[in-house]
């Protein structure tokens, strides 16, 4: 009776951490989540970006705003409006260095044996 006791306290002590575990895991992922939003803002007007919404559809075009509710994009001759909670990713293109490791690759080409 007694070691049967002693497995019911072990498996509430493992249950009761599992759930703190889990907590403290939602709670650092929506702090993360807010973090990388304010990310957004910090890109300036005009810059090529490519949305991925969580249906898997995605849109690429010229940022425009970010607020918290959502952000602003330049598809073509029109600005569409993409509700944050509907957005899975955000990628912005940065300057490409296509030219400067071609420059590399050819003096790495010539260098003596």
């Known amino acids: 009776m007694r070691a049967w006791r002693y497995r019911f306290v072990?498996?509430?002590m493992f249950l009761g951490l599992s759930v703190i575990k889990t907590t403290c895991?939602?709670?650092?992922?929506?702090e993360s989540s807010q973090a990388d939003w304010d990310n957004l803002k910090k890109l300036a007007v005009g810059?090529?970006?490519q949305?991925?919404?969580?249906?898997?559809?995605?849109?690429?075009?010229?940022?425009?705003?970010?607020?918290d509710e959502g952000?602003?994009?330049r598809?073509?001759?029109?600005?569409?409006?993409f509700?944050?909670?509907k957005v899975q990713r955000?990628?912005?293109k940065s300057k490409g260095h296509r030219g400067r490791n071609a420059l590399i690759g050819m003096g790495a080409g010539r260098l003596p044996v």
């Open 51 to 67: 949305v991925v919404l969580n249906d898997a559809k995605s849109y690429g075009g010229q940022f425009q705003s970010a607020s």
């Open 25 to 30: 895991a939602l709670a650092a992922e929506t």
């Open 75 to 81: 598809t073509g001759e029109r600005d569409q409006t």
């Open 90 to 92: 955000v990628s912005a």
């Open 71 to 73: 952000l602003v994009l």
């Open 83 to 85: 509700e944050r909670d």
């Open 47 to 49: 810059q090529r970006v």
């Open 10 to 12: 072990a498996g509430l």
